[in-house]
């Protein structure tokens, strides 16, 4: 399981009254189920961070870095939530570049952690396992935003 050997990040305080952080979370819509457990984990993760949250929806996981694109000038974090699950066909290969080199490319342009909360999957149980829902192995709605905001206090002191 990819949480194996994962860091303990405390996030309580990273965003206070004198610095408040500001982090968008955009989610795809397909798989209804695993995006509604990864949003859930997200939430969780923002809540326990004391931190404001904008959410926006796109189609899909392909739609993810324009929405991340044009929100981080905005934002001190953005967290992208989708799911792409293997099919018959190389479109998984093409969507999963897509999303990770795009949303890869927005972090580094704008100087904006992006959290990657995109599970690609071989089976929808995969999905299932890490999306934070009842019985699931792992929170990765969670841990996309833990890890963003763990990056975005971090850079705070070179804030572009």
Avoid: N
Avoid at 89 to 109: I, M, Q, W
Avoid at 142 to 152: K, N
């Amino acid at each position: 399981m990819s949480g194996h050997g994962a860091p303990v990040i405390d996030i309580s305080g990273v965003s206070t009254q004198e610095t408040p952080l500001k982090l968008a979370v955009i989610a795809a819509s397909w798989h209804t189920e695993i995006m509604d457990g990864l949003l859930d984990g997200a939430r969780r993760a923002a809540a326990e961070a004391g931190v404001e949250t904008t959410e926006v929806r796109v189609p899909g996981s392909f739609e993810l870095p324009v929405a991340a694109a044009r929100m981080a000038p905005h934002f001190d974090a953005v967290v992208a939530l989708g799911v792409v699950i293997r099919g018959g066909t190389p479109h998984f290969e093409y969507v999963c570049s897509a999303a990770t080199d795009g949303l890869t490319e927005v972090s580094v342009r704008t100087g904006v952690p992006v959290g990657f909360g995109v599970l690609t999957c071989d089976t929808e149980q995969q999905g299932l396992d890490r999306a934070g829902l009842p019985g699931s192995k792992e929170d990765k709605g969670h841990e996309a935003v833990t890890a963003a905001l763990a990056a975005a206090a971090a850079l705070r002191p070179w804030k572009m």
